[in-house]
C-alpha cells in the first residue's frame, strides 16, 4: 500500500461515521487535491530551476494547460482506482491492521501549504 492509500483509508474511515454515503467523495477530493497540489509544487520547483538557468522549455500558457491536464489525468485514476472493489480489497487489508493515526489538522493543511509553496516558488 501507498501513502496515498493509506491516507484516503485514513480520511475514508474519519468521514465514514459523519457521512455515510459521501465518505468516499471526501478522501477521493481530498488524495486528488493532495497529489494535484504535490504535482503543482513540482511543476513550480522546475519552472524556477529552469528560468535561473535561462533555459525556455515551453511557453505559460502550455505550461498552464499541461497542469490542468495533469490533474485531469490524477483525478480520473484516483477516480477509477478507489471506486468499486478496489476500495473494498483495501477495505479488507486495512480492517486486519490497527489504524494509521495522523494529525488531521496538519492533513488538512498539507494542500494548502503544497500550493503556497508553489507560488512563492513562481514568485522567485
Known amino acids: 500500500m501507498t501513502v496515498f492509500d493509506q491516507l ?19 478522501a477521493l477530493s481530498y488524495t486528488s487535491a493532495l497529489q ?4 503543482f509544487l513540482l511543476g513550480c520547483f522546475f519552472a524556477a ?25 490524477i483525478h480520473f ?6 471506486n468499486g472493489k478496489t476500495r473494498k480489497v483495501m477495505n ?12 488531521f489538522a496538519l492533513l488538512l493543511a498539507l494542500p494548502i501549504i503544497c ?5 512563492l516558488l513562481l514568485q522567485a
Do not use: C, E
Not at 50 to 73: E, G, N, R, T, Y
Open 77 to 82: 485514476k484516483n477516480w477509477i482506482q478507489y
Open 115 to 119: 500550493i503556497a509553496m508553489g507560488v
Open 8 to 26: 484516503f483509508y485514513y480520511m475514508f474511515l474519519r468521514f465514514k461515521t459523519r457521512y455515510k454515503q459521501k465518505a468516499n467523495i471526501i
Open 92 to 103: 479488507a487489508k486495512f480492517n486486519k491492521k490497527k489504524a494509521p493515526k495522523y494529525n
Open 49 to 73: 530551476f529552469f528560468s535561473q538557468l535561462h533555459v525556455d522549455a515551453m511557453s505559460k500558457d502550455k505550461a498552464w494547460f499541461f497542469i490542468i491536464m495533469v490533474s485531469l489525468f
Open 36 to 39: 494535484i497540489a504535490l504535482a
